[in-house]
């Protein structure tokens, strides 16, 4: 094949003249930084299952899920029907409604560490709101994440993202003074941590697999003792299973057998519409109460009546067995596509658990941050590549599976990463040498 980027140009003449009267009104074409890259992104006018069509009547494998929101697919009927019914029978009223219980206690009931929860819109207000529990709890506002990690875009969270420091000059310089970092998967540097500032954490807020990094499992031992030393020094654990709640049917937490104070929700949970959601022990979420509590949390749009509906169809549709299913499909996926990296001889691996995988450019092991390659050229090159052939992939090498995949879904995958890896190999061979 030619060029990659010149190929995307070719196959996308649509999207290419949207993008140019997108940015016209919108800074960088959209009001979402992920969803860009170079030369522009790819306009979508409709999806159903595993498939969208492009604005250029392409029609593309989605591996990427809206970054893992869509586990059931586009337009799962269920879903539609359960959020079009609720609409119709009006969504703002100013005040509670049953689906919010409803919802509200599908999560408590699959996730043993949630006593309470409260709903938010986002991922980025249920890890915010979290923090402020602990904060609250604690008396101590000093905050402990890992190099790297994403929690959404408050100014606490984006310390530590991308390197050190603030993520970029619109945050607060102070907060820097607040917030230390330590990487994923080493415990001596995680106890070092707790030895330093033990006394003075309100939190320690970490995805119980390395999500932004690619997709980096937990070294064994790791989170225990993330568990042990938090208890030790009355430091507030929280999980962000924005994410990783699908891999089990109370999330990662389930699945690594390891329980926090604390767990913030997003994603599918609202069955396609915005939403998240924090819970956890009830000492800690009583500061939400009004009639007793201390920490102001609102919103329009919390806890609407359609989201709710959406989000209560996607957990039942979502069962332990269809998680387990999609599980098994996703080891089907990394073995056979480690099966192609180790045939190509490069420098190579792909990393994962559950139903995600992420794709590295390096043969050194993949333990944080520091040794992914998310962030590299030649992961986005390839990542356009996978593009070209009709299957869509995070930038950063992410791939996570919906349930309406099958055996078939794998084997367009694996071929499309055989011809992609084609694509890119002299890149590879280039930087080898």
Known sequence: ??????????????????FAEANQYLPGGDTREVTYFDPYPTFVEDASGCTLTTADGEELLDFLNNYTQSVLGHAPPAVV??????????????????EATDLARRIVERTPSVESV?????????????IRAAIASTGNDHVLKVDGAYHGTHDTVLVGVEGAGRENPGIPASVEERVSTVPWNDTDALAEAFERRGDDLACFIVDPMMCNAGMIPPAEGYLEAARDLTAETDTVLVFDEVMTFRLAAGGAQERYGVTPDLTAFGKFIGGGLPAGAFGGREDLMGVFDPARGSVTH???????????????????ALDADAIDRLNDLGGTARERLGAVCADADLPMQVTGDGSFCNVHFTDEAVTDAASGTTHEAITKRFFLALRNRDVLVAPRGLMNLSTPMGEGEIDALVAAFDGALADVAPDLAADAT
């Open 118 to 130: 409260r709903f938010t819109n986002s991922g980025t207000e249920a890890t915010m709101n979290a």
């Open 298 to 316: 609102s919103g329009t749009f919390n806890a609407n009546p359609a989201t709710m509906a959406g989000g209560i169809a996607t957990l039942d």
């Open 1 to 18: 094949m030619s060029d990659p980027i010149e190929e995307y140009e070719r196959k996308t003449p649509e999207s290419g003249r949207l």
């Open 81 to 98: 029907e359960a959020v079009t019914e609720r609409f119709a029978r009006g969504n703002g009223f100013a005040a509670p409604t049953r």
